[in-house]
């Protein structure tokens, strides 16, 4: 059974960091690019950012760029989404999710076809 569990959530002040993970198990992620996402209450889910599966290539959505660094461990099947300078407005809960091939440019998350149950990320003083 293909899973995705993500990890690494918490409450944090502004300003602080944290680092996000996404394990998979039931599969390899080598072949799968892979996308976080996000969604705070009562917004769309929105991309953050995507990896391509060998890592090559990333993209990030204009409003985490400079402060957020996504990569990847395929010997452990794992992705990372290191956050910095957070702000109240990241606030919301983080999704990973896989696509087999390259990222979606828009990081569409319709484009993407396996996700895991998320992780909440509360920034706050």
């Known amino acids: 059974q293909l899973q995705l569990v993500e990890s690494g959530g918490d409450l944090v002040q502004p300003g602080g960091s944290l680092r996000l993970s996404c394990a998979a198990s039931?599969?390899?992620?080598?072949?799968?690019?892979i996308g976080w996402f996000r969604q705070a209450p009562g917004k769309e889910r929105e991309g953050v950012s995507c990896i391509s599966s060998r890592g090559i290539s990333t993209n990030y959505a204009d409003s985490v760029k400079g402060r957020f660094i996504i990569s990847r461990d395929n010997a452990k099947n794992t992705v990372y989404l290191q956050m910095n300078i957070l702000k109240s407005e990241d606030t919301a809960v983080y999704y990973c999710?896989?696509?087999?091939?390259?990222?979606?440019?828009?990081?569409?998350?319709?484009?993407?076809?396996?996700w895991g149950q998320g992780t909440q990320v509360t920034v706050s003083s």
């Open positions: 039931g599969f390899t992620l080598d072949y799968y690019a």
């Open positions: 999710a896989a696509r087999s091939g390259p990222c979606h440019s828009g990081l569409w998350p319709a484009a993407y076809n396996y």
